[in-house]
Structure formats: structure tokens, C-alpha cells
């Protein structure tokens, strides 16, 4: 083990895996409960279009394994943080409580500000492949 890491490490390491995991869960979601064209339905419905589901569910996924493996973990949150910006506004209306009709909006907005501390704080131990690219001095 390497002797130069810290708690801030290792908390950073649970942070990134926990988020990755979960936006692995939501791409999951659109694609075995909503399906993908279900998915692209209900984006047309709200006013994006509705093959942009595609995209954003292979971004979801990706970007959720690049996490959990540590693969440019800083700069994949940043890069993913627009996507759940969009579906907390799509659900602000919703109100709070993610078991609304609809779905709260307290879950993505939950999902932006774990990203960005994730991306402010660092990849964490044990991470496969790191860069400076995007990274606040």
C-alpha cells in the first residue's frame, strides 16, 4: 500500500466508485425498466429530442464504469454533470421527494454536487489512469 495516501484519498476512492455505481444504476434504469425507446419517449415528451436518450445512455454507463475503475475520474464527473443538470431541471416541477409522481429533483441535484466534489477533490487511491486536463489548481 502506498504510504503517501491519506483518508482525503480513500474517501475520494468511495466517493468515485459509490457515483460511478450509481450512474451506472440510472443509465441501467433507462435501459431494463423504461427501455431505451421508452426512455427516448419520455425525452420527446419534455421537449429534448428523443434520440438524444441513445447518447446519454451510453454517457450514463461509460462514464459510470470509467468511475468506478478510476479512468480520468475528475474530468468524466465534470464532463457528466451537465447530463444530470438536465434531468434535475426536467424534474423540478416534480418537487422534492423523489417518490413523486415523476420523480423528485433532490436525486440528480444530489448526483451534480457529488460530481463536482468529486471532481474538486481528485481521483482517490487506486485510480488506473489520472490527468491534470480540467483539474482546478
Do not use: C
Not at 41 to 58: C, D, E, I, K, N
Request: aromatic share 14%; net charge neutral.
Amino acid at each position: 500500500m502506498d504510504s503517501n495516501l491519506n483518508g482525503a484519498d480513500y474517501g475520494a476512492t468511495l466517493l468515485r466508485a459509490s457515483l460511478g455505481v450509481m450512474w451506472i444504476a440510472h443509465a441501467m434504469l433507462k435501459w431494463l425498466v423504461f427501455t431505451l425507446p421508452g426512455t427516448a419517449q419520455f425525452f420527446a415528451s419534455v421537449g429534448f429530442p428523443g434520440v438524444l436518450a441513445y447518447p446519454v445512455f451510453a454517457f450514463e454507463l461509460l462514464g459510470g464504469v470509467a468511475l468506478v475503475l478510476g479512468i480520468y475520474a475528475r474530468q468524466v464527473s465534470l464532463m457528466l454533470t451537465p447530463v444530470m443538470a438536465g434531468a434535475a431541471w426536467v424534474h423540478f416541477s416534480n418537487g422534492w421527494v423523489h417518490t413523486s409522481a415523476g420523480g423528485g429533483w433532490e436525486y440528480p441535484v444530489f448526483l451534480v454536487a457529488a460530481s463536482l466534489v468529486l471532481w474538486l477533490t481528485g481521483d482517490g487511491a487506486f485510480a488506473l489512469r489520472r490527468s491534470r486536463f480540467l483539474v482546478p489548481a
